[in-house]
C-alpha cells in the first residue's frame, strides 16, 4: 500500500493517467447519477435497481454486436428506446403503486426488481464477463501516457446527452411538467398537469439514460450480470454527495468519484475497489447526516 | 384502506391462546426429523430462517429501523467461529495456506480435514459458538455509532453498503483465507449423527431466541422501541434513551445472529465470504422478506413467514430450476407492493374478532371526515 503510494509520488506521470482515466469513466457515472437524481428528486424513488438498468442496456448492445454486427455506438438510440418502453412497462406495473409509499418499499421492492434483472440477464446470457468491442484503439501520448480513444467518444457521447438532457428539461413541455411536478406534486395536479403521466415520463427517460450509460460501460469497461449493484451504489453516493436537482454537483461528485476510485484501487489494490466505493458511500451519507444534525440545531 | 383497532395484538398477549400454536411448532420440531429423515438439513435450515426473521424482526419491525445488512452479523459470526475453533489447534494463518486456503480444491480440503480429534472437535465448537455470539454483539454498536445517525431509507442503504462491504474486506484478508474462504473441521461422526447434530443445534437457537424474543416483548423494552418505530423524536422527548434503545436492539439481533453464523458455518464445512458467510442477496434480502411476509411488527408473523417463505423456496428450487432466483425476486416485489401488511396483518384484518380485536368506530369516522376535508 505505501509501496504504491511511492510510486505515485515518483512518477507524476501516473497521477495524470488515473485522474484521466478516472474522469473519463466518471462522466459515464454522471449519466446514470443524474437518472438517479431525477426519479429520486420527481418521484421520491430510491431506485436500487439502477445499475441492473445499466448493465441490461450494456447487455443489448453487446448481443446486437454478437448476432447482427451492429457498432454499439449505433445501437445506442435504440438501447435506450427499448429501456424507455421497459421503464413505462415497469412504471405501470410496479413502480405506479410504491411511489406514494414509505421509503422502504420503493427501496425494497426495486432491489427485488434487480434481483430479477440480475437473474434473468445470468439465466439469459451466463455468468460470463462480457465486452462490446469498439474498434478503436488505445494511443499513447507523451511520456507513457495512455488514452482509450473509446473513452473520449464516450466523455463526448455523455456531455452530448446531458446537454440534450437540459435542455429538454429547461425548454419542452415535458421537461417543464417534471420540475412542476418535482416542487410541488399537488399543485402542478391542481394547474392541469396529469402527475401520473410526468412519472410515468421521468421513469422512463432514467431508464433511458441508463441504457446509454450502460452501452458506453459495455465499450469502455466490461459488464457482467452482477455488476449492476456497483453502479447503483456509484449513482448513490454520487447524489448523496451532490443533493437533489443539481446537474453541476452530480458532474462534479462523478468526476470525483471516478478519479478517487481509480486512485483507490491503485492504491489499496484492485481487490478492495469495492470495499473503497462502499466506504465512501458510507462515509458520505455520514457527512450528509452530521450537516442535517447541524441544521437542526441551527433551525431550532 | 387500513382500519384502526382498539386494543391492538390482544391474540399475541393472550397466552392461552398460543398455547396450541407453541405445541405445534416444538411437536413438529421433534417429530419432522424423525418422519423425514431425508429433509433434516431442510428442517434444520427452516429454523435458522425462523431464527433470520425473527431478530430481524426486532429491528424492522418493533423498532421501524430496516435493515438490509443484518446478515453482516451473520457473516461476522461465522468467521469469528472458524478462528476459534482452527486457533484452538492450530494456527490459522498455517492453516489456511495449508488447507483450503487460495486453492481450495479437493485435495487441499483432504489434507485439512481429519486432523480434530472429537475432543478437539466439540469443545472448538462450543467455545466457538460462544465467541461468536459475543463479538457478534460487540460489532453491533460498533456499526450503530455509523449507521444509527441515518434515519429510514438512508438506514436501509447504509446497512446495505456495510453487508456488502464486509466480504470484500474479508476476502482481501489471507490470514483467514482471503477470497479462497476456510475449510472448517469435520464433525467426527457418521453422516446421519452430523445431520443429527447440526439439526439440534439449529433446532436449539430458534427455540432459544424464540423464548427470549418472547421474554423481551413483554418488557418495558418492546414499549421503548415501538414508541420509537412511532415517533422518534417524541420518544426521545419523553425520557427514552434511543440510542442506547436502538445498539441494544441491534445487539440482541447481532447476538443471536453470530450464533446462527457459528452454526451454519459448520453445518456447510467450509466458508468463504462472499457466497456462505454474507450472502446478501440470498440470506441477507430473505431476512426483510420473510417477516414483511409474515407480517413485521408482530410476533408470530414472522415465524409463519419464515416457514410460508422457506416451503416456497423449496418447491421453486425443486420445480423452477434455473428460474427460481427471478421467482423469488418476483415473490420479493409482490410481497413488497400488494402484501404488506403481511400474513398475520392480513388475517388480523380479515378477522378481527378473532384477534380480540375491536375496531374503532369513532376514530374511523373521524379519519374518514379528516380525508374528506
Not at chain 1, 54 to 65: E, M, P, R, S
Not at chain 1, 166 to 171: E, P, V
Not at chain 1, 279 to 291: A, H, K, N, S
Not at chain 2, 152 to 177: D, M, R
Request: contains cysteine.
Amino acid at each position: 500500500m505505501f509501496g504504491n503510494l511511492q510510486i505515485l509520488y515518483a512518477a507524476p506521470m501516473l497521477n495524470l493517467q488515473l485522474i484521466i482515466d478516472g474522469v473519463l469513466i466518471g462522466a459515464i457515472f454522471a449519466l446514470a447519477a443524474y437518472g438517479l437524481a431525477l426519479v429520486w428528486g420527481v418521484m421520491n424513488v430510491k431506485n436500487l435497481a439502477q445499475g441492473d438498468f445499466v448493465i441490461l442496456g450494456g447487455y443489448i448492445a453487446w448481443y446486437a454486436q454478437k448476432t447482427w454486427g451492429i457498432h454499439p455506438i449505433v445501437m445506442m438510440p435504440a438501447v435506450m428506446v427499448i429501456l424507455f418502453i421497459f421503464g413505462w412497462l415497469l412504471y405501470i406495473t410496479i413502480i405506479r403503486l410504491v411511489i406514494n409509499r414509505d421509503l422502504f418499499t420503493s427501496l425494497l421492492a426495486t432491489f427485488g426488481l434487480g434481483l430479477v434483472i440480475q437473474q434473468a440477464l445470468n439465466l439469459a446470457f451466463g455468468p460470463e464477463v462480457q465486452v462490446a468491442t469498439s474498434g478503436l484503439e488505445t494511443r499513447t501520448f507523451f511520456a507513457g501516457l495512455q488514452i482509450a480513444e473509446i473513452k473520449v467518444i464516450s466523455l463526448v457521447l455523455c456531455s452530448v446527452l446531458a446537454l440534450i438532457i437540459i435542455l429538454f428539461m429547461k425548454r419542452s413541455r415535458m421537461g417543464q411538467a417534471i420540475r412542476a411536478t418535482s416542487q410541488d406534486a399537488r399543485a402542478a395536479r391542481i394547474m392541469g398537469i396529469d402527475t401520473d403521466k410526468v412519472y410515468a415520463f421521468t421513469f422512463s427517460l432514467n431508464s433511458a439514460i441508463c441504457g446509454a450509460a450502460g452501452v458506453l460501460i459495455a465499450m469502455t469497461w466490461n459488464i457482467q450480470p452482477f455488476y449492476g449493484i456497483t453502479y447503483s451504489i456509484r449513482s448513490f453516493v454520487i447524489v448523496t454527495a451532490a443533493g437533489l436537482g443539481n446537474l453541476p454537483g452530480v458532474i462534479i461528485a462523478a468526476l470525483g468519484l471516478g478519479a478517487a476510485e481509480q486512485y483507490g484501487g491503485f492504491i489499496l489494490g484492485l481487490e478492495l475497489q469495492v470495499a473503497f466505493l462502499l466506504i465512501m458511500l458510507l462515509g458520505v451519507l455520514g457527512y450528509r447526516q452530521i450537516q442535517m444534525a447541524k441544521l437542526r440545531q441551527v433551525v431550532q | 384502506m387500513t382500519k384502526l383497532y382498539k386494543g391492538v395484538d390482544s391474540f399475541e398477549t393472550n397466552e392461552r391462546k398460543q398455547l396450541p400454536f407453541y405445541i405445534a411448532l416444538l411437536a413438529f420440531g421433534i417429530i419432522a426429523p424423525i418422519l423425514f429423515p431425508n429433509y433434516i438439513l431442510q428442517i434444520a435450515i427452516l429454523w435458522v430462517m425462523v431464527l433470520f426473521a425473527q431478530t430481524w424482526d426486532i429491528m424492522g419491525g418493533q423498532m421501524g429501523y430496516n435493515s438490509l445488512g443484518n446478515v453482516t452479523f451473520f457473516g461476522i459470526g461465522m468467521y469469528v467461529s472458524a478462528i476459534v475453533q482452527v486457533g484452538m489447534v492450530y494456527d490459522v494463518g498455517q492453516y489456511t495456506s495449508a488447507a483450503g486456503g487460495a486453492v481450495g480444491t479437493a485435495a487441499s480440503l483432504a489434507v485439512g480435514q481429519g486432523k480434530f480429534t472429537a475432543d478437539q472437535y466439540y469443545e472448538g465448537i462450543i467455545y466457538g459458538i460462544l465467541a461468536a455470539g459475543v463479538v457478534a454483539t460487540l460489532f453491533a454498536p460498533l456499526l450503530g455509532w455509523l449507521l444509527f445517525r441515518l434515519r429510514l431509507a438512508y438506514f436501509a442503504i447504509g446497512s446495505l453498503a456495510v453487508a456488502l462491504t464486509a466480504p470484500e474486506l474479508i476476502g482481501s484478508w489471507q490470514w483467514v483465507g482471503g477470497g479462497g474462504g476456510i475449510a472448517m473441521p469435520v464433525h467426527p461422526g457418521s453422516a446421519d449423527a452430523r445431520s443429527e447434530f447440526f439439526y439440534m443445534l439449529c433446532f436449539a437457537s430458534a427455540i432459544v431466541t424464540f423464548i427470549f424474543i418472547k421474554w423481551l416483548y413483554s418488557t418495558r423494552f418492546k414499549l421503548a422501541i415501538n414508541a420509537i418505530r412511532d415517533d422518534e423524536d417524541k420518544a426521545e422527548a419523553l425520557g427514552i434513551y434511543t440510542l442506547r434503545h436502538k445498539n441494544i436492539a441491534w445487539a440482541i439481533s447481532a447476538f443471536f445472529l453470530g450464533i446462527s453464523g457459528a452454526i451454519f458455518g459448520n453445518m456447510t464445512g467450509f466458508i468463504e465470504p462472499l457466497e456462505v458467510a454474507f450472502p446478501t442477496i440470498t440470506f441477507g434480502i430473505f431476512m426483510v422478506a420473510m417477516p414483511l411476509l409474515g407480517g413485521k411488527g408482530t410476533f408470530w408473523g414472522p415465524v409463519l413467514g419464515a416457514i410460508v417463505f422457506h416451503i416456497a423456496k423449496e418447491l421453486t428450487w425443486t420445480y423452477l430450476l434455473g428460474w427460481q432466483w427471478v421467482a423469488l425476486g418476483m415473490l420479493i416485489i409482490i410481497t413488497v407492493v400488494f402484501f404488506q401488511q403481511g400474513i398475520m396483518g392480513w388475517a388480523q384484518e380479515k378477522w378481527p374478532s378473532k384477534f380480540g380485536v375491536v375496531i374503532d368506530e369513532t376514530a374511523m369516522d373521524a379519519r374518514t371526515k379528516e380525508e374528506a376535508s
